[in-house]
C-alpha cells in the first residue's frame, strides 16, 4: 500500500440517495418474492462452468487425441477457468451464490483450483477494492506496480508511452502470477498489517493453507500430467501457460472495464482523509457499466458487466443485477448523479485503451 491514511467517506447526503435506491431494490426483492441469492440457473451455469475447467483435464487422460488438439482444450480450460471465476468464485465470497453459508463457502473456495486464495481474495477484493474503488493507494486493483500506469497520481515513467501497446501482453499473465508470485507477497503484506475479517483463521494457519493449497494446485495442473499423460515436458507447461494465459486475459479485460477508464473517477480524499462523496455516490462515480443489454455478456461475465449494480449491492447475486439495473440508472438519473455505461463491449475496451494512451502521456 503506498498510502496509509484512514479514510472516510462523506455522510452528507441531503438527497438520500442510497437510503431512496435501497428501499426501491428490497421493495423489488419482497414484491416478487425473489431472494436475493442464486437461483437454478445460476447452478446449472457453473456447473457447465466447471465442465468447460475440468471436462478437457480428463479428456486428456482418456482419449488418444494429437498435440493440437490438447492445446485447444488448454484454451477451452482457460475459458472455463475465467467462468468459474467470475460466476462461482466470485458470487460465493460475496456470499450471494446461496442462502446457505456452507455452499457459498464451498463455491468460494473454487478459487484454489484457479490457483488463488480466499483470504488474500477477501481482503483485497471485498475489503479494500469494494470500499476504497479507484482511491490511489488504497486500493490495489488500480496499482498494478510501475509497469503499468492506471492514475494520474501513479509516479509516470518513460516506458508509459507505449503502455497502451504492451499492456494486452501483460493482461494475460494475471492468474499465473496469483499462482506463483502474488499470493505470498499479498499474504505477507496482510498478515503484518493484520489485515482480517469475520471468521478469518490466525495468520499462522493461513501460511500453512497457502503453501499446502499450492503444493496440491501444481501437483494436479503439472505434476499428475506429467507421469500420466504421454507428452513432452516442455508440451505440458506450454499447455499450463496458454490456459492460465486465456483465464487472464479474458478476466483482466473485463476487471479493467469496470473501473480503468476515461469516464471512471479517481478521487483523492482531502488532507483530513475525507472523500468528497459519500460511499454510494462514489461507487457511481468510479465505476462503468458494459454491454448490458448482450446476453451472452451477462450471461458470460457473471454480471461483472453490471459493475454500479455489484459495487452497490455486492451481496445481491449477479443473476438480478439486469432487473436492478433498471432501478439503480432511474434513481440516478432523478438524483441528478451520474450512471456510467458503455453500450458495447467494443466501445467499453476502445475507451480502456484510450485512456491507458492519456495515462501514458508525460504528466506536465
Not at 494429437?66 to 475459458?79: A, R, T
Not at 488504497?138 to 515513467?157: A, M, Q, T, V, Y
Not at 487472464?248 to 476487471?255: A, H, K, Q, R
Amino acid at each position: 500500500m503506498q498510502s496509509k491514511q484512514t479514510l472516510r467517506f462523506s455522510r452528507k447526503d441531503s438527497k438520500n440517495f442510497f437510503k431512496t435506491l435501497n428501499h426501491r431494490v428490497n421493495t423489488y426483492f419482497k414484491k416478487n418474492k425473489i431472494r436475493k441469492t442464486g437461483n437454478w440457473k445460476l447452478y446449472l451455469k457453473s456447473s457447465l462452468m466447471f465442465i468447460l475447467l475440468l471436462g478437457p483435464y480428463f479428456l486428456v487422460y482418456t482419449l488418444e487425441i494429437s498435440l493440437w488438439v490438447k492445446l485447444i482444450m488448454c484454451i477451452i480450460m482457460g475459458i472455463g477457468m475465467a467462468g468459474v471465476g467470475m460466476n462461482v468464485m466470485h458470487d460465493g465470497n460475496h456470499g450471494s451464490f446461496s442462502k446457505h453459508p456452507l455452499v457459498n463457502k464451498l463455491m468460494g473456495s473454487s478459487i484454489y483450483i484457479l490457483a488463488g486464495n480466499v483470504f488474500n481474495w477477501k481482503i483485497q477484493h471485498n475489503l479494500l477494492h469494494h470500499t476504497y474503488t479507484n482511491i490511489h493507494g488504497h486500493d490495489e486493483d488500480i496499482d498494478p506496480g510501475n509497469i503499468l500506469r492506471f492514475s494520474k497520481h501513479s509516479p509516470w515513467f518513460p516506458y508509459h508511452r507505449f503502455q497502451h501497446l504492451y499492456s494486452i501482453f501483460l493482461y494475460g499473465l494475471l492468474t499465473i502470477n496469483w499462482a506463483i508470485f502474488a499470493d505470498f507477497k499479498q499474504m505477507k503484506s496482510y498478515t503484518s498489517r493484520k489485515l482480517t475479517y469475520l471468521n478469518s483463521k490466525r495468520a499462522s494457519l493461513q501460511w500453512i493453507g497457502l503453501i499446502i493449497s499450492k503444493i496440491i494446485y501444481f501437483s494436479v495442473w503439472l505434476i499428475i500430467p506429467l507421469i500420466f499423460i504421454e507428452a513432452s515436458w516442455w508440451a505440458i507447461i506450454i499447455g499450463f501457460i496458454i490456459m492460465h494465459y486465456t483465464a487472464g486475459l479474458i478476466l483482466s479485460i473485463v476487471f479493467q472495464l469496470a473501473h480503468v477508464m476515461e469516464d471512471a473517477s479517481m478521487p483523492k480524499a482531502d488532507r483530513t482523509g475525507t472523500m468528497k462523496n459519500t460511499w454510494a455516490i462514489h461507487q457511481l462515480l468510479t465505476t462503468v457499466n458494459f454491454s448490458t443489454k448482450n446476453r451472452f455478456i451477462n450471461w458470460f461475465t457473471g454480471g461483472l458487466n453490471h459493475q454500479i449494480e455489484h459495487h452497490i449491492f455486492p451481496n445481491i447475486s449477479h443473476i438480478h443485477y439486469s432487473k436492478i439495473g433498471k432501478i439503480v440508472k432511474q434513481t440516478a438519473k432523478e438524483f441528478n448523479l451520474p450512471y456510467n455505461e458503455y453500450k458495447t463491449t467494443r466501445s467499453a475496451i476502445f475507451s480502456h485503451f484510450k485512456f491507458l494512451k492519456q495515462m501514458g502521456l508525460q504528466p506536465n
